[in-house]
């Protein structure tokens, strides 16, 4: 993939050098990636509590601070021109037993603001996230209603309105990108640490390192009763990351495919792809799972001129390949 940005091709006539934060995770380490083959000059800071050193490109500049840490250095060090923000912590369930560990999601985000107001760096593009719609349910566009139902999504839509103070206060241009369900390999053969959601438990499935995936709840009113959510490839997310640091849009936006599949379907899809039968068995209803979560993605077609390409088997293909060669 290859797109020269106006921000690349503007800024003092070289291409822009781009914080991305949380550069070693899964998201992060794919755009550092792209960002490169793009010819930006990339500078990663990631405190690795999940991110992995061997995932970031080497052609990077890498910090290994936490985002709560004294920053100056990195934008002394470095003339940066705009920031992806993908650093946080992000599991649901944890969020609510260690309140403590996920306002860092926040003060983080003051900190990198901070010094981007005293280096003077006026673009911010955030990681956000579906959980700040809440028990939202159905397709959803970026007017629906934000109640969010656990920290998590609180600390990702406390970070979205303090952007956009900053956005007002100092002129800093952002875009909040919601992400739903994202999957698939970015090419650097990705295997999640900490399977907490759907698809890379499938995965550990495949590969045995568990004996069987448990679908929570098989009696919602949706087509084959069990949820429906929408998956949308990293490829394709990252690519919307890049889009977004040359609109002149500041605002909130919504990354996902408009399409909805069910968990049975998903394992279904799995054992067809693969060549493989994915044992599972139905367990109870999880607290808090609404039965359809589907993005609308009008806005980000409109506003970033950007389409999903992948589909939700080219997404199990990709991620089976990388977690066959990683066990
Ligand atoms: N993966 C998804 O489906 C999904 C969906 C919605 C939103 N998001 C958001 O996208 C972003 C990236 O997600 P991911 O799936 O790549 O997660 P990830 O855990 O793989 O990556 C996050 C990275 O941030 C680092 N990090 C966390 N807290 C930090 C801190 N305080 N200081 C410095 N580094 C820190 C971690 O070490 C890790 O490398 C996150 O903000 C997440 O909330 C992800």
């Known amino acids: 993939m290859f797109l020269i940005t106006k921000l690349g091709v503007l800024i003092r006539g070289k291409m822009a050098t781009i914080l991305v934060t949380g550069g070693a995770g899964f998201i992060g380490s794919v755009a550092v990636k792209t960002l490169l083959s793009n010819g930006y000059s990339v500078v990663v800071v990631d405190n690795l509590s999940k991110g992995k050193k061997d995932l970031v490109d080497s052609k990077a500049k890498f910090y290994e601070l936490d985002l709560v840490d004294d920053l100056s250095k990195v ?15 992000k599991a649901v369930e944890e969020s609510m037993e260690n309140a403590v560990k996920y306002s860092s999601n926040i003060t983080g985000t003051i ?7 005293e280096h003077n760096v006026k673009k911010i593009i955030f990681s956000s996230s579906a959980a700040v719609y809440g028990e939202e349910k159905g397709v959803i566009s970026e007017d629906n209603e934000t109640n969010p139902c656990n920290y998590y999504g609180f600390t990702k839509l406390e970070c979205e309105k303090i952007i956009e103070w900053y956005g007002k206060v100092y002129g800093i241009g952002y875009v909040s990108l919601r992400y739903f369900n994202v999957a698939g390999d970015g090419g650097l053969k ?9 698809f890379p438990i499938i995965m550990e499935v495949l590969v045995g390192k568990r004996e069987k995936v448990v679908v929570f709840g098989n009696d919602y009113d949706t087509r084959d009763g069990t949820c429906i959510r929408d998956y949308i490839d990293v490829t394709d997310l990252v690519k919307a990351h890049i889009l977004a640091l040359d609109v002149d849009y500041n605002g909130v936006i919504n990354l996902g495919t408009s399409k909805g599949v069910s968990v049975k379907e998903l394992v279904d899809w799995t054992s067809e792809v693969i060549g493989k039968q994915v044992p599972f068995e139905y367990g109870d209803r999880r607290a808090g799972d609404p039965p359809t ?14 389409k999903p390409e992948r589909s939700v088997k080219d997404m199990i293909k990709s991620t089976y390949d990388a977690y066959k060669q990683r066990v």
């Open 75 to 89: 934008f002394e060090e470095n003339k940066i021109d705009a920031v992806i923000h993908f650093a946080a912590y």
């Open 111 to 117: 900190n990198l603001l901070n010094r981007m107001v």
């Open 190 to 198: 990705y295997m999640d640490p900490d399977a907490k959601n759907i």
């Open 293 to 306: 979560l589907i993005a609308s993605n009008e806005k980000a077609l409109k506003v970033l001129n950007w």
